[in-house]
């Protein structure tokens, strides 16, 4: 378009909303601005109202026709051809349409004669099949696009599940290079091994220097390349649940069918044949008592036995012949029974005579019976040359259809017949409106059952007074009963075979009820099967759609008992007659097997000598199209003579009957008694009734009623109800003018025809169901010709329409109702829209088209869907079809305005007092106004759109459910925008109208939101990224979406789980239908539809907090927000409140001024209380973003990011961090997993159940969630249609998924991972353009890295990690300062992601990687002339790598460290510098730091050494805090892992004193811990950290303690992580301790909030000890001394280690830990556990085999030291010493007699103090000790007297415990009891006085334990009951013995001690072995 011209286009509408403008711009000065969303716009209308729309039509007219030629025109233009008439011709099912020749056809035949040929017209919108409406993104859809993707390589598919555990730990150590044993030191053989590796392939222009802006350009090209088209494809297509929109074109009418059932008869065998058998079928259903088919004739005879009938027979027609039937049944049940009956040639005798020798005769006696056998068969062959026309009953059996199809038939069976069934259920969705089996029936289906062939043995004689349906019923009920009557009658034995099987789809050679050949008919000649018609069990609602014209005639019953005269053997016969004379006959009688088609009479089966028989005869009429007044039924009733008497007739006739079939005009139905007449009637009788009394005639039983019979008419031009037949003819009359008319008894003259026709409309109603559905189309063709084309009577024109209308509306509802069951998921009557797409049409004019759309067209698809049943939505569509003008736009005026307020009052019903009604009234107007879309003038549909929205929104204010009402307008608006021409509707490309400036100073106001500009935003870009007005007006169907998808995110929305999931599917949806229209394929145009959709962005944008958050877990996700926020202070946390200026971004730009102070006063928490979206939701809410900016114009969104503010762009970058976190590829383990579920379903769950386990939600609240997600409306059991399985209904989800299907599942989730993270890196690229010249642009490419960072470390792609890598090379040389400058935090992350790729096993990731590691190295090299920064960072990340990563592969990190080698060597740039020589060390370096990781994943599975393997690790880098804080991390990680709470609380420990030491060389505060000092009272072992001094460390020194941790906050970070443990491991002593340091540090940033939280922390702690203060409760360790013996151990042999083990664990448990573990590793029969505890003589081992002592130790405590060690913890914290005893005698035995018996004790001493940050100490010192055996009862009777002195005091008193000490004590024990002790060691006075002490000492202790014994039965006594006395008597008595006989030897007196000691013994006797002794 010439510029011109769009200016001038631009001005016009300038020129429509200045005022507009004006107006809002007033009322927004004048009204107080708020913050919320809803009300604030550029434009000023606020969301929740809706924009006045362009007028649609004048924009299309100013636009030139060739402003764009080319697909975009495509784009902005309605297609010419975008409706279409067709006439498609009406499908017959039969060869030939069957319809009646002759021409004198009466009105009513003619009509529904020529209704039942006509074509089909139908109204076809060529493009709907685009709509999502008609061809929905179904799984299955998705499934065929997704073909053909490549499969995207991943690391973790590549090497298992990162997570997955160390099973390829083997063979990574194959490779790695380092012997087993090479100690850490052999850096010669390390270097050596790098030296001789292959590098990876180098890339090739890395080393080359290039503008920036060509890498750029490069990088682009390359990442633009093999990109999918559809992104949408990759995603799982949209919920099922959900579309409302969905339409299918219903299916033509066609004829009703229940389940069809196919019956053979192949065989039929008596045990003597002599005469022919003739069989009928039919079906029965017991329960309603009613036949449910017509019958079935068969003819089973041999040719040989026909041949008896030669007499009677013409040539038999070939349709009677068949042998195969085919039955309908539309109500399956358990009740209906297939019955069998069998007539023969009528003959004398009665039944039972007839049938005696069938019962009597074998067909094994067939010799012996010869003669009898020939009699009868002469006598057969007489009867039948005689009798042959008449039959007789015979016999009858009946099968239980249920059987069949369960299979678990009683009847017996051929072989072939048993076996499986298939699931009975399999075609239910094929036959509409008669599913609705009744509860019962549900179980039984006859569709897909296994065919089965049966053999019926049994057939029961037929009685002559038994012959009616009645009495059969009886039978057949009685049949089901265990205990049968017919069991017991002889039965007539005979085998009928006949095959059950479901009909095939097209049976071959198939006669319809008319006997008309059904389509495919191959051979005229071939034997063919008939379609038996079937009279359902209950009503039938299905439209006729072809002719058929049937009666049926049932002769019930003949009373003759008073008619004199021979008259026994009776029969009737039955005639068609068109007139009195006897030729009149017609030959419409069908014949019944092996005779003519057509016959002129026929005669019912003759019961011998009755006079009253009964009958079951069926006969079957066709009924001539034309019936007059003289057809009638005439019947005749002869006396058939059986013996052939001379002079006597063979047939007599004894009777005359008649019935006329005409009466006013109405075919005669029904039931019928008629008198019969005993002389022909006379002449003109046949307009009478013979229930008039003819003048002359006689009759039989005085002119009662004798004659019992039946007609059932089966006709499609027969409507058989009054109300229907009086309008038929009404109409008819008119058209035909033929006045006057006789009506029953009145004469219509063309006066009173006009008040009956009134009349017979309004009696409409009251039609009966049934004939009004089947005659459906004919009513309603004949109302709308009422409506259109009013009749004329008397040359006036008669208007009927208000009453023809009414009495549609009438119909419609009636028909409605009554296919209930057969709605589909809208409750749209599936007939009703059959009718309306195919058979209707307006009377008159031809279909034809002109130019333009004919009035047939638009009236056609308006009326498209009228099935809703409320009569006033039929009013509003029919004031639309007789007013709407038939041009394309409608002259305004009161016709707008009546439509208007038409539709105004729709909105009316619309609240949920009627759910469904509200729902489909919703749906339905939303379906009329998009067909008016297609019809009318657009802008007159929006602006009725818009009154809608209006009208909505007034209710909501007063709405007591308003979510119920959004829920309503957000399906609204889902099925306006699945217009299939919704994006033209949308006017896409067209430039905004900017909004004109509210006031001068709006350039104040707006210079604030820019960060890169310095003027002002640029107004039309920023409105069409927001919802503003402009954008809303002109994009009119978009913005509706887009507002209400910005309203249901909306934090205080009502109803959001609902709601988001409608609101975000809807969106998805969309853009799904855009991604599949060949339409939109190419870019450009993708790029205008894009344009529709760019304020998602924002929305999205800001509703970011609320969004599932997909980054939890270990990488929490940083806010990148807060980080670019520049005005923190006044905002908290970005993630919760509205900033100003993000809220100024929703607000959609300028701002008035003086708002902002308002604004930012809001409540802080504002969007907090918003509900938070399910991952599933928040899933596809991000796809849909991603798909925005994947196909937007990229210059279009750089002018956006121009003008965002900093805290927008990082909400947008955090929006982008979020979508990679969204989509990352969770690997093939992963969907093996979570098979079961589909992959979102498994994510929306997880989210679900975080909620339920963090307590978000209860149970309750979840299941109510849960029952609103379904209905908005509460209660969904009325909302029954909803439930109803639609046609498109997806498969229910399988349970287990093949193979293949999940490989195809990971890989389409690998290319969306890709591509979405390539979507991203192409947005950040974007972002980085738009930086270059910002003042802020150092924080936001700060925040830009960290997504790319993050996205370099979550599983990605190679082919993505390519671009990722190029991209961050292309960040990090344009912007060095980012990493080298500012943060480490930065560098520290890159380095580590860079070096896991560099492990990769993928070798591209390797090349990529390693070329980026060398040039970080370089850059940081060219900034300072070394790397000492990139260098730390490297090693620190190795090491954390290396302790973090389990399947981490050294192999292929050493590859890519010798290509970092090689790059170096080829630098030709830095030759002359030291680089190569510093990466060179580097490298080497990093490979021996590699070669320690080897020796530790060998030693994975035994933890000790992994812990000192990791210790040794980490004190080689005592003079490098930053790494060794990374190993004591580490190592607090895996002990943690392992359950090892205190080990891994004192690893923290460490760490915080090491950076405490860190912080007081660099600054001295006094809230400081003063270093390693500090902690020194949580452990002794924490001034090891001290080792850190000023010579090894300057804290200047670049790159060092440069990590977080060595912060203030890093410092409280680690003492709360070390608390955390210490609470975790019980030991809450040490918790205070922690705290002690953490306090002040607190107290002096005034952070009062945690201050809080560590004094709850302590308060809980100090509850927990005081409640556990006997100490049993916590058991902190026990512990063992353990030593290794043999040179299998290695750096182990004749090492002596404490090991602290969980609680309780036995001595028994870690041997066999210990014993498993080194047999695994050594081989069997190596290791051996050294039983006892004495020490080891090395010589007398085995030098093949490893040996290990282990024996339990005891902590020991000194004396002194137990005055500090008080309580419980005290004596288990801080632990060095530890003690075991070991007794032995001078003869090597362990125990022996007293006086011999030695005890060893021995002493350890350990390096550091229990816990420790490992949990094996070794020990530094040994200290033996022997104690004589005097000294060892010294310390057995201290020990004793201790326990009887504990178990007194104790409180509360525990007298059992007590009982067993004293027990133990005074008992009369058996061997070494005190007694015996004392008798060995106090008898006799020792000889040498250097043992006097001893024996004194030994005295004493005995006195103490008489006294503490005194005590304590002191004690028990008061303790006790009375039942006790008697024990406690025997104690005391037991105690008085043992005092006694203790009493000489303690009063003996030591004389020396009474001389005066020489000083020297006395120092000889303060050895330290007793002090230790003296316990």
């Not at 009154?947 to 007034?954: L, S």
């Not at 877990?1113 to 990148?1120: D, I, K, N």
Request: glycine fraction near 6%.
């Amino acid at each position: 378009m010439a510029a011109a011209e769009r200016r001038a286009f631009a001005h016009k509408i300038n020129r429509t909303v200045a005022a507009e403008v004006r107006k809002q711009v007033s009322r927004e000065r004048s009204g107080s601005p708020s913050s919320s969303r809803r009300c604030s716009s550029s434009l000023g209308v606020p969301l929740t109202e809706v924009v006045e729309p362009l007028d649609f039509e004048d924009v299309l007219l100013s636009r030139p026709p060739d402003a764009e030629p080319g697909p975009l025109r495509d784009l902005v233009e309605f297609p010419a051809d975008d409706l279409e008439l067709l006439l498609q011709p009406r499908e017959c099912r039969t060869t030939e349409p069957g319809i009646p020749k002759d021409e004198k056809l009466d009105a009513q035949v003619r009509a529904a004669v020529e209704m039942y040929i006509e074509d089909w017209v139908i109204v076809h919108r060529r493009y709907q099949y685009l709509s999502a409406a008609y061809s929905p993104v179904t799984t299955e859809t998705q499934r065929e696009r997704q073909k053909g993707l490549p499969r995207q390589v991943f690391e973790q598919d590549a090497s298992g599940d990162e997570r997955s555990g160390p099973e390829d730990s083997n063979d990574s150590r194959r490779g790695s290079g380092s012997p087993e044993d090479t100690p850490r030191s052999s850096g010669a053989s390390s270097i050596f091994d790098l030296r001789n590796l292959a590098a990876d392939s180098l890339l090739p222009s890395l080393l080359e220097r290039v503008a920036p802006e060509d890498v750029d350009r490069r990088n682009e090209s390359l990442r633009r390349q093999h990109r999918p088209l559809a992104l949408l494809t990759l995603y799982p297509a949209p919920d099922e649940d959900e579309p409302v929109e969905r339409c299918s074109r219903p299916e033509p009418p066609r004829e009703h069918f229940g389940q069809r059932i196919l019956v053979k008869c192949l065989s039929l065998k008596f045990e003597i044949e002599i005469e022919p058998i003739f069989g009928i079928l039919a079906l029965y259903d017991v329960r309603e008592k009613k036949k449910i088919s017509e019958n079935f004739y068969f003819d089973l005879n041999s040719d040989s036995i026909k041949g008896l009938l030669r007499a009677h027979g013409t040539h038999p027609a070939i349709s009677t012949l068949a042998r195969s039937a085919i039955f309908s049944v539309t109500y399956p049940s358990p009740d209906i029974f297939l019955v069998i009956k069998l007539e023969k040639v009528l003959q004398q005798g009665d039944i039972s005579e007839c049938c005696e020798p069938y019962m009597v005769m074998k067909e094994v006696d067939t010799a012996k019976n010869k003669e009898k056998l020939e009699k009868l068969r002469l006598a057969a062959e007489q009867f039948c040359t005689r009798l042959g026309r008449y039959r007789m009953p015979f016999a009858w059996t009946a099968v239980h259809l249920a059987n069949i199809v369960s299979s678990a038939g009683q009847l017996d069976r051929d072989s072939d017949s048993e076996g499986e069934r298939r699931p009975a259920w399999t075609d239910r969705r094929r036959r509409g409106p008669q599913d609705r089996a009744s509860s019962g029936d549900e179980a039984c289906s006859f569709s897909g059952f296994r065919p089965a062939t049966l053999t019926v043995t049994n057939f029961f004689k037929q009685e002559a007074e038994r012959l009616s349906d009645e009495d059969l019923f009886k039978f057949l009920a009685d049949m089901r009963r265990p205990s049968s009557l017919l069991r017991r009658l002889r039965p007539v034995t005979a085998q009928l075979k006949i095959d059950i099987s479901p009909a095939p789809e097209n049976p071959q050679f198939c006669l319809s009820p008319e006997l008309l050949h059904i389509k495919p008919y191959p051979d005229p000649r071939g034997r063919p099967t008939k379609e038996i018609l079937e009279f359902p069990a209950r009503e039938v609602y299905a439209p006729h759609t072809s002719y058929r014209n049937l009666l049926y005639v049932y002769p019930h019953s003949l009373n003759f008992s008073s008619r004199q005269g021979s008259v026994r053997n009776l029969a009737v016969r039955v005639q068609y007659m068109t007139g009195e004379d006897p030729s009149q006959a017609l030959p419409v009688i069908f014949g019944k097997s092996s005779c003519s088609e057509f016959t002129r009479e026929a005669f019912t089966p003759v019961v011998y000598h009755s006079k009253s028989p009964e009958f079951y005869e069926e006969f079957k009429l066709h009924l001539p199209a034309c019936v007059t007044e003289n057809h009638h039924l005439l019947f005749t009733f002869y006396h058939v003579s059986c013996q052939p008497r001379p002079g006597t007739a063979l047939e007599t006739p004894v009777g005359f009957t008649w019935i006329p079939l005409l009466q006013h005009g109405r075919l005669r139905t029904g039931p019928f008694c008629l008198p019969v007449s005993v002389d022909q009637p006379p002449p003109s009788y046949s307009v009478l009734t013979p229930d008039v009394a003819l003048p002359g005639m006689r009759w039989v039983d005085g002119h009662k009623g004798v004659f019992s019979v039946e007609l059932t008419a089966v006709s499609s031009v027969h409507p058989q109800d009054p109300h229907l037949d009086k309008f038929f003819t009404l109409v008819h009359v008119l058209e035909e003018g033929a006045f006057p008319f006789r009506l029953k008894d009145a004469v219509l003259s063309e006066g009173n025809v006009e008040q009956e026709l009134r009349a017979s409309l309004a009696a409409l109603r009251l039609a009966s169901p049934e004939p009004l559905v089947a005659f459906s189309h004919h009513v309603l063709d004949k109302l709308v010709r009422l409506v259109v084309r009013p009749p004329i009577i008397s040359g006036q024109i008669v208007n009927l329409g208000r009453g023809a209308f009414e009495a549609m509306a009438h119909v419609v509802s009636l028909v409605h109702r009554s296919l209930e069951a057969a709605q589909d998921a809208r409750g749209h009557c599936p007939q009703l829209a059959a009718y309306i797409h195919y058979a209707f049409r307006l009377p008159g004019t031809e279909p034809s088209l002109p130019d333009g759309a004919p009035p047939v067209t638009v009236q056609a698809a308006t009326l498209a869907r009228g099935s809703g049943r409320p009569i006033s939505l039929y009013l509003a569509r029919s004031k639309s079809i007789s007013s709407s003008n038939p041009d394309l736009a409608v002259a305004p005026g009161s016709v707008d305005d009546e439509v208007s307020r038409i539709l105004a009052s729709k909105v009316g019903p619309l609240c949920p007092q009627d759910v469904e009604l509200a729902e489909r009234l919703n749906a339905s107007l939303a379906f009329f106004l998009s067909d008016l879309l297609s019809l009318v003038d657009r802008g007159f549909v929006f602006s009725l759109v818009r009154a809608h929205y209006k009208q909505v929104a007034t209710r909501l204010q007063s709405s007591p459910n308003p979510a119920a009402l959004l829920t309503l307008r957000m399906e609204f608006t889902r099925i306006l925008c699945s217009h299939e021409h919704y994006v033209t509707l949308n006017l896409p490309c067209c430039p905004l109208s900017p909004p004109a400036s509210p006031s001068p100073s709006v350039s104040s106001t707006t210079s604030q939101s820019s960060t890169f500009s310095s003027q002002a935003p640029d107004p039309k870009v920023t409105s069409m990224f927001e919802l503003s007005g402009p954008f809303r007006q002109q994009h009119f169907l978009a913005g509706l979406l887009l507002t209400e998808l910005a309203l249901a995110l909306e934090p205080e929305a009502e109803g959001a789980f609902l709601l988001h999931k409608k609101a975000i599917s809807a969106v998805h949806s969309l853009l799904c239908g855009h991604d599949t229209d060949p339409r939109y394929a190419e870019a450009t145009v993708k790029a205008c539809v894009a344009e529709l959709y760019l304020p998602l962005l924002s929305i999205a944008r800001d509703t970011l907090p609320r969004l599932h958050d997909f980054a939890e877990g270990p990488g929490q996700r940083s806010r990148l927000a807060s980080m670019l926020d520049s005005d923190t202070e006044g905002e908290g946390d970005i993630a919760g409140t509205i900033n100003p200026s993000v809220a100024m971004a929703i607000a959609g730009g300028p701002l008035a001024p003086g708002s902002r102070a308002s604004i930012s006063q809001g409540p802080p928490t504002a969007s907090r209380a918003g509900c938070a979206l399910s991952a599933e939701s928040s899933r596809t809410l991000l796809a849909c973003v991603l798909w925005v900016l994947k196909n937007a114009e990229p210059a279009l969104l750089q002018r956006w990011a121009t003008d965002l503010t900093l805290p927008q762009l990082g909400r947008l970058l955090d929006l982008l961090y979020l979508c990679l976190a969204a989509f990352e590829y969770k690997g093939k383990k992963a969907f093996e997993r979570i098979n079961s579920l589909t992959f979102k379903k498994s994510l929306d769950m997880k989210a679900r159940l975080e909620e339920a386990i963090l307590g978000t939600i209860g149970a309750r609240q979840e299941m109510v969630r849960r029952s609103r997600e379904r209905s908005p409306f509460g209660n969904p059991e009325n909302v029954r249609w909803r439930k109803s399985v639609t046609h498109w209904k997806q498969t229910s989800d399988r349970v287990d998924k093949t193979k293949d299907e999940m490989e195809h599942e990971a890989l389409v989730e690998g290319n969306l991972a890709t591509e979405a993270s390539l979507i991203v890196l192409d947005t950040l690229e974007i972002i980085v353009q738009t930086v270059m010249l910002s003042e802020a642009r150092e924080s936001i490419l700060g925040a830009v890295l960290k997504v790319v960072l993050y996205s370099l470390g979550s599983a990605q792609s190679a082919l993505f990690l390519q671009h990722g890598l190029a991209t961050q090379r292309a960040l990090v040389s344009k912007f060095p300062e980012l990493l080298f400058e500012e943060d480490t935090e930065l560098c520290a992350d890159l380095c580590l992601r860079l070096l896991r790729h560099c492990g990769s096993r993928i070798s591209t990731i390797r090349t990529h990687a390693s070329a980026s590691l060398y040039l970080l190295m370089r850059q940081n090299f060219e900034i300072g002339h070394n790397f000492a920064r990139v260098k730390m960072q490297v090693t620190m990340s190795l090491s954390s790598l290396v302790g973090t990563t389990q399947n981490f592969s050294e192999e292929h990190l050493r590859r890519s460290l010798k290509t970092i080698l090689t790059y170096a060597e080829e630098d030709v740039g830095l030759r002359d510098s030291t680089f190569a020589e510093q990466v060179q060390d580097l490298m080497f370096n990093l490979h021996m730091i590699l070669t320690d990781t080897v020796k530790m994943k060998e030693h994975q599975e035994d933890p000790e050494m992994l812990i000192d393997l990791m210790y040794r690790i980490a004190r080689g880098y005592q003079g490098s805090p930053d790494l060794r804080l990374t190993w004591l991390q580490n190592m607090a990680g895996k002990h943690a892992e392992l359950g090892n709470h205190a080990e891994a609380a004192q690893c923290m420990v460490h760490a915080a004193a090491l950076v405490a030491e860190y912080l007081a060389l660099l600054e001295d505060h006094r809230h400081l811990p003063v270093g390693c000092v500090s902690f020194q009272n949580i452990s002794s072992n924490v001034l090891e950290e001290s080792a850190i001094s000023d010579d090894i460390l300057s804290p200047d020194e670049e790159g060092f303690c440069s990590g977080k941790h060595f912060t203030e906050l890093g410092l409280v970070g680690l003492l709360e992580q070390a608390a955390g443990y210490f609470t975790m491991g019980g030991l809450y002593e040490a918790v205070n301790e922690v705290y002690k340091n953490l306090i002040p540090i607190l107290e002096a940033h005034r952070d009062y909030k945690k201050l809080a939280a560590v004094h709850g922390k302590l308060q809980e702690a100090f509850t927990k000890i005081m409640h556990q203060s006997s100490g049993w409760e916590r058991v902190f360790g026990t512990y063992f001394r353990v030593g290794f013996y043999g040179a299998r151990f290695g750096d182990l042999d004749e090492q002596e280690f404490v090991y602290k083990e969980p609680s309780i664990t036995k001595l028994a448990e870690i041997s066999h830990r210990l014993e498993e573990f080194y047999t695994e590793r050594f081989g069997d029969d190596v290791v051996e556990i050294i039983k006892d505890s004495n020490p080891v003589d090395k010589s007398k081992l085995d030098t093949q085999k490893a040996y290990i002592q282990i024996t339990y130790v005891e902590p020991y405590f000194d004396t002194y030291e137990l005055k500090d060690r008080v309580t419980y913890f005290d004596r288990n914290y801080g632990l060095r010493t530890f003690l075991f005893c070991t007794p032995f005698t001078p003869d090597g035995r362990a125990h022996g007699e007293l006086p011999e018996q030695h005890k060893r004790k021995t002493l350890l001493s350990t390096d550091h103090a229990f816990p420790y940050i490992k949990t094996r100490i070794r020990v530094c010192h040994r200290e033996e000790t022997v104690l004589t055996p005097v000294e060892v009862a010294i310390e057995d009777m201290q020990k004793k007297t201790r326990e009887l002195a504990f178990a007194t005091e104790q409180d509360p008193p525990d007298a059992k415990m007590l009982q067993m000490v004293l027990q133990g004590s005074v008992g009369p024990t058996v061997n070494q009891g005190p007694l015996e002790v004392a008798q060995v060691f106090l008898a006799e006075i020792p000889e040498d006085p250097k043992l006097f002490r001893h024996h004194n000492k030994l005295r004493l202790c005995f006195k103490d334990f008489c006294k503490k014994c005194e005590d304590a039965l002191r004690k028990n006594k008061a303790l006790i009951g009375p039942d006790q006395k008697e024990y406690h008597r025997e104690l005391e008595r037991n105690y008085c013995r043992l005092r006694e006989a203790l009493q000489p030897l303690l009063t003996q007196r030591l004389p020396q001690l009474l001389a005066p000691t020489p000083p020297g013994l006395r120092n000889s006797l303060n050895r330290a072995s007793f002090r230790k002794a003296d316990l």
